[in-house]
């Protein structure tokens, strides 16, 4: 069994925050990149943060400053803080995993897999 999945989605107000998880079961999550990535309706998919498995780490530059990813080792689950949230930041939000990385893969979402089902952010007033 190899699965990732989201939670911690929800509706915010402008200028609220929440904080997403992935929880890895099925493999040891700390021996692969990481990648968190949203996709909101008619719209293609941006990539968002991603985290690798020697800690390097990577923002989109709309998320720069607002979103914070994070590594838990101990309970095999990655985590995206997001303040400040805006409008635009409605998507569903999508972790998954990759052993090739760069800066394009995080961009892209190439060569990442094991996709997780979502989780819906909505924000509004």
């Known amino acids: 069994q190899l699965q990732l999945v989201e939670s911690g989605g929800g509706l915010v107000q402008p200028g609220g925050s929440l904080r997403l998880s992935c929880a890895a079961s099925?493999?040891?999550?700390?021996?692969?990149?990481i990648g968190w990535f949203r996709q909101a309706p008619g719209k293609e998919r941006e990539g968002v943060s991603c985290?690798?498995?020697?800690?390097?780490?990577d923002y989109g530059d709309s998320v720069k400053g607002r979103f914070t990813i994070s590594r838990d080792n101990a309970k095999n689950t990655v985590y995206l803080q997001m303040n400040n949230l805006q409008p635009d930041d409605t998507a569903v939000y999508y972790c998954?995993?990759?052993?090739?990385?760069?800066?394009?893969?995080?961009?892209?979402?190439?060569?990442?897999?094991?996709w997780g089902q979502g989780t819906q952010v909505t924000v509004s007033s």
């Open positions: 998954a995993r990759s052993i090739i990385y760069s800066n394009w893969h995080c961009r892209t979402g190439t060569d990442f897999g094991s």
């Open positions: 099925g493999f040891t999550l700390d021996r692969w990149h």
């Open positions: 985290i690798t498995s020697g800690g390097r780490i």
